[in-house]
């Protein structure tokens, strides 16, 4: 297990490299000039030179590119070229806001969404099977920026019960959260249920069944054991979407997350920031993967890890 993991952590690298490589050099080829961005138009020429000389953009893509991959192994992310601070520590700051944003939004998708797809999955056709299937098509329908202004509407104007914005408390994190949260939730449903029911007709349920064994017993050894392991995927690459998805959320709902820094840093093409963000991001999803393959041997002894 542990020669595994540390293989794909080496993997990770070079995955990381290779992303930030091309967003490196989509950036730096994008129309505009940094230094005209961050001096603005009245700048004279010398001064736009001397600070492209600063920022380094007077050397080739590939020299900026190794630069800044060594300065990010020695702990140094840069310094935003538009607000002037360091990547690092305003990283570092918002970041809590954002895990928090998704660990709670999952929690609750996961929560509601995989239960309802189960009894959906056991219960087909019947009420509860129309009432899940037709809940899951409204939240995957709606636009998050919709529901985000409408739900701000209703429990923070209307019935006052909870904060429109802001982070000074977890009761601020309750709207976001089920708004960021309820397309997430409509696909865990689908995803369970489509799992369940592909399991449900199995042969080997039948012979359960036939046999006599309580159907508690059935759903719980051998439904729900052989047919979480889509599910799990579904829950890793939907926590891993919550890190860069929550752009929407964090902007509507003013909290200072890393998704709100990354999208004003794109606009301006702050390169220090987004390659910060984007290097976080990628990281976050590898291990994630890493986390569902362990998983995946844990609840189905068939699956081998191996080095």
Avoid at 52 to 78: C, M, N, S, T
Avoid at 165 to 187: D, E, K, Q, R
Wanted: hydrophobic fraction near 55%; aromatic fraction near 8%.
């Amino acid at each position: 297990m542990l020669k595994y993991v540390l293989k794909r952590l080496l993997l990770l690298i070079p995955v990381v490299l290779g992303i930030t490589f091309i967003i490196f050099i989509v950036l730096n080829l994008a129309q505009g000039d940094p230094a005209v961005m961050i001096l603005g138009q009245d700048a004279t020429a010398e001064a736009l030179a001397a600070k492209r000389a600063e920022l380094g953009l007077d050397k080739p893509l590939v020299i900026q590119y190794i630069q800044y991959i060594l300065g990010v192994l020695r702990g140094d992310f840069g310094t935003s070229w538009l607000g002037g601070y360091e990547v690092l520590p305003e990283f570092l700051h918002r970041i809590p806001y954002t895990i928090l944003l998704g660990s709670l939004s999952m929690f609750a998708a996961c929560l509601i969404g995989i239960p309802l797809g189960i009894v959906a999955a056991i219960r087909q056709y019947h009420f509860v099977d129309y009432a899940s299937l037709a809940l899951a098509l409204v939240l995957f329908s709606l636009p998050s920026f919709w529901f985000a202004m409408m739900g701000q509407i209703l429990f923070c104007l209307v019935l006052d019960w909870l904060p429109s914005s802001g982070v000074g408390s977890l009761a601020h994190f309750i709207l976001p959260s089920i708004t960021l949260g309820a397309n997430i939730l409509a696909s865990q449903l689908r995803m369970t249920r489509t799992s369940m029911l592909d399991v449900v007709k199995q042969d080997y349920i039948r012979t359960a069944r036939a046999k006599g064994a309580d159907e508690r017993k059935v759903v719980v050894h051998h439904v729900l054991r052989n047919g979480m392991l889509p599910v799990v995927t579904q829950i890793g690459i939907s926590f891993a979407s919550c890190m860069g998805g929550s752009v929407i959320t964090e902007t509507v709902f003013s909290i200072p997350g890393i998704g709100s820094l990354l999208i004003n840093a794109v606009k301006g093409r702050d390169v220090p920031v987004v390659m910060g963000t984007l290097i976080f991001i990628a990281v976050f999803v590898g291990v994630i993967n890493l986390i569902v393959d362990i998983i995946y041997a844990l609840i189905d002894p068939r699956v081998k890890l191996t080095a």
